[in-house]
């Protein structure tokens, strides 16, 4: 059986999504949604917010990085929103973000930190500890 190379990267750029979308935490990441966001604000929860895309490699650097952080039980109630760069534009203007490798905190309705394009893990986990 052969492949072609139209076949072969749309193949690779699906696993790489899959990969990229899927959580890998100890709680579990959800696809950002306005309404499940306004809803945890409203209750007054701990809310990380990761806008990322699959091709980018500062993503790529920051996932096992904040997979390993959201393993620490310290961080066991953050609500983890994926916004996916590519696809969500509307959620990327409502959220005020131009750029992939975003990570916004909020605790409630206030937004407690923001980054763009951070890679140091002692950043990314006070970043994290924000939205406590």
Do not use: H, Y
């Not at 990229?20 to 499940?36: C, G, N």
């Amino acid at each position: 059986m052969s492949i072609n190379r139209r076949s072969f990267f749309a193949a690779a750029v699906a696993l790489s999504a899959a990969a990229l979308f899927s959580p890998a935490s100890a709680q579990e990441a959800w696809p950002f949604e306005m309404k499940a966001f306004e809803k945890a604000k409203a209750e007054g929860k701990s809310i990380f917010i990761d806008v990322a895309a699959p091709w980018c490699p500062v993503c790529k650097k920051q996932e096992p990085i904040i997979n390993g952080l959201l393993k620490k039980s310290e961080f066991k109630n953050l609500e983890v929103f994926k916004v996916d760069f590519d696809n969500q534009k509307n959620e990327l203007k409502a959220l005020g973000v131009a750029r992939q490798s975003t990570l916004i905190t909020f605790k409630g309705a206030k937004e407690t930190g923001r980054a763009v394009g951070i890679t140091d893990p002692k950043a990314i986990e006070d970043l994290l500890r924000s939205a406590l």
